[in-house]
């Protein structure tokens, strides 16, 4: 009887055999009696995986509780200690760069009985390294422990620093381009949704989005655009709810005007200094015109004239503020 024969006997006997552990240490000892071919061995143990069942408690690290079936793709490796043949994945082999097949040559089970034995032949070494991992553990709880309790103070000295102010700036100066094309083909893509989002926010915060079609409008001109929506509130409740020009009450509708309209020469832009509440009727009438002209016309020379110095005093008072 020849070797093929007797390893294709030997594996349909101990295929049917219960305990797989068992199983799997006779194949060994049959592989180191007879030398068999790598197909032989390759069928034992597939037989031996195939026809495990997964509940049964294994001895051996090929088999074991809850495992799938080993795919048939799965190359075979020999560990070089104990010379026992197991799948050549990271679960059965430590990984390993430098090795051909990126595992290392011993299985995980010997690795780990080769650790201890060093570790009792140098207990020395051992206290030493769990000595610096203590003091390691110690220095990053006390980093953290400082990072959190000052964390405000740390993040402006790193903004504050040269270095960073200047790789952040070439990094935004890379990025600008890119995030302005991924937000296009984005919007391009959600035009329908943006829109509605957009439409949704107007409704929701009518006050804050006159502020921001205001600025939105000096910027377009180049010029300042630096009111805030705390600012606006400023300016309606120092009018007391009114128009500034006529003293009606703005109602649901008030609107941002430009005292210096914002194609006048002179036109300071959309700040603080420039802007007062008026109606819808008032705003629509003095549109670009000269405030005091319109003033003029619409209520008369004395009354244009003491709006213009009550309209100063608030201008005044908002500058006062400021500073």
């Known amino acids: 009887m020849n070797n093929l024969t007797v390893a294709r006997n030997s594996a349909q006997t101990l295929v049917s055999t219960q305990f ?34 997964a509940g049964s408690r294994t001895e051996s690290g090929l088999l074991r509780l809850g495992r799938a079936t080993m795919p048939q793709s799965t190359p075979l490796k020999r560990c070089s200690k104990c010379e026992e043949m197991f799948p050549a994945t990271s679960e059965y082999f ?29 207990p020395d070494k051992v206290k030493a390294r769990q000595e610096q991992r203590k003091i390691s553990g110690a220095k990053a709880a006390a980093d953290k422990k400082r990072y959190t309790n000052h964390k405000q103070e740390i993040l402006a000295r790193q903004r504050q ?50 502020v921001i079609s205001q600025r939105r409008s000096a ?21 007391q709810g009114c128009c500034a020009y006529c003293g009606k009450e703005l109602g649901q509708t008030p609107t941002v005007d430009h005292w210096i309209p914002l194609n006048n020469p002179s036109c300071p832009g959309t ?20 405030p005091l002209k319109w003033l003029s016309s619409k209520f008369g020379y004395v009354y244009a004239e003491s709006k213009q110095t009550e309209i100063a005093t608030y201008f005044d008072s908002v500058k006062g503020s400021k500073e």
């Open 94 to 122: 430590h990984r390993q760069k430098t090795c051909q097949d990126g595992l290392r040559p011993d299985c995980k089970k010997c690795a780990c009985n080769r650790v201890k034995v060093w570790e009792q032949e140098n």
């Open 219 to 239: 910027r377009k001109r180049a010029l300042p655009d630096t009111l805030t929506y705390d600012q606006w509130l400023n300016s309606i409740t120092y009018w």
């Open 161 to 210: 620093s040269p270095t960073r102010k200047t790789a952040y700036a070439q990094y935004r100066a890379t990025r600008r381009a890119l995030y302005a094309q991924l937000w296009q083909d984005w919007y391009s893509r959600n035009k329908e949704v943006r829109k509605a989002y957009d439409r949704a926010y107007k409704k929701v915060h009518q006050e804050e989005y006159r």
């Open 271 to 290: 700040v603080a200094e420039n802007i007062v509440p008026a109606c819808v009727s008032c705003n629509c009438s003095k549109n670009d015109t000269d």
């Open 20 to 53: 797989c552990g068992k199983i799997l240490v006779a194949t060994n000892q049959l592989n180191r009696r007879f030398t068999l071919p790598a197909t032989v061995r390759i069928l034992c143990l597939r037989l031996l995986v195939g026809r495990s069942s």
